[in-house]
């Protein structure tokens, strides 16, 4: 009997693509090699003619796209001595960080702001063993913390400020260009700290400049109304959206991600709580594609960018949803606005209820 080949990990997938260093160890939990998703009726329910893939991080060991770079800047940090790895985070990152250091044995230091954490995300971490603390402040709070403590020789920051991250996280435009055969058209995804819109520009235009794919996608960006300090062009204070992965007012890659935009003439938009919140729902309802609020940002920028004549019909699409939405249970819970049906255990019962 055939076998397929073993998934390596997209350390070992792409090692000629990648700065990767004599490192003593690659900490990797096989990351990478996430789905892209087919998508047909979406486009048909918004009325967009469009052949739409979604790229489904949330299949990562730890359910969300930050394992990407995080191999990378785990194995970055054991090849240099660390005695501890540090990260701020709205979630995604510390879940990530926490798995990988405990795969390389590593102490994990969580900066955090006090409150603006969603349970799953926090579970997560707590039980791949990290050290959680909790600031008073917000994300850029805590960043700025993370920075300072990257000053001592014990520490290696994990963050996407770490630029071997962002050299992880391009793996997933080089998937995307190898699953399609080219580079797509468009390609939305959602913007935070903004590290992620600038490593999939970085993997497109490397693709195309070595020939392996004859075009790179307009990059289109969206951030929420709320927390959209690159739309507005200035630094929010005291950034505010369900979307917790977003929630950042300050971006670490914030150049990193308006060049992506305008080299690729693409863009970076926002779109309300609202909008993210319908189709988070739809996305979910209409593809099985169950996602965290952060990662129906680019969807809701989609249906915007179609509505206003962004998105020519015939177009290839792709969208990276960069969570799994089981993270957010009590946005999830909130947006489904529905109760189950209790009753008597017959058959007639159960019928009567649904209205059958």
Not at 112 to 129: D, E, R, V, W
Request: net charge neutral; aromatic share 6%; proline share 6%.
């Amino acid at each position: 009997m055939s076998r397929a080949p073993r998934w390596p990990g997209v350390m070992e997938a792409y090692r000629s693509r990648l700065p990767i260093q004599d490192y003593r160890r690659v900490i990797t939990l096989l990351e990478g090699n996430t789905p892209l998703i087919p998508a047909p009726r979406l486009p048909k329910a918004i009325g967009a003619d469009i052949d739409l893939h979604v790229k489904f991080e949330a299949a990562n060991p730890t359910a969300s796209f930050k394992d990407r770079g995080m191999t990378m800047a785990m194995s970055e940090a054991v090849h240099k001595g660390a005695q501890a790895v540090v990260c701020a985070s709205t979630g995604n990152t510390s879940a990530s960080a926490a798995a990988y250091a405990a795969r390389a044995e590593l102490r994990c230091i969580v900066i955090l702001p006090h409150g603006k954490i969603s349970l799953g995300k926090l579970s997560q971490a707590l039980m791949y063993g990290a050290e959680l603390v909790m600031i008073e402040g917000n994300f850029d709070d805590a960043l700025n913390v993370v920075r300072d403590l990257g000053q001592r020789p014990e520490f290696a920051v994990v963050n996407s400020i770490n630029p071997v991250r962002l050299e992880g996280q391009k793996t997933a435009a080089f998937e995307i260009c190898d699953v399609l055969g080219d580079a797509p058209d468009f390609h939305f995804l959602p913007v935070g700290n903004a590290g992620n819109i600038t490593a999939y520009w970085k993997g497109f235009r490397e693709y195309a400049q070595d020939g392996l794919s004859t075009r790179t996608p307009k990059i289109f960006g969206y951030q929420a109304a709320g927390a959209a300090p690159i739309v507005e062009n200035r630094v929010i204070p005291d950034p505010q959206t369900f979307a917790s992965a977003i929630r950042i007012g300050n971006p670490a890659s914030w150049k990193g991600a308006t060049a992506a935009a305008a080299e690729s003439h693409g863009r970076i938009d926002k779109v309300t709580d609202e909008e993210i919140a319908a189709a988070y729902k739809m996305l979910a309802s209409l593809e099985g594609i169950f996602v965290e609020p952060a990662s129906a940002t680019p969807v809701a920028g989609l249906i915007k960018a179609h509505q206003a004549g962004l998105v020519p019909a015939g177009s290839r699409v792709t969208v990276t949803v960069t969570g799994h939405g089981l993270k957010d249970q009590d946005a999830a819970k909130a947006a489904a606005a529905q109760e189950p049906k209790v009753t008597a255990p017959t058959a007639e019962a159960v019928l009567k209820a649904l209205g059958i």
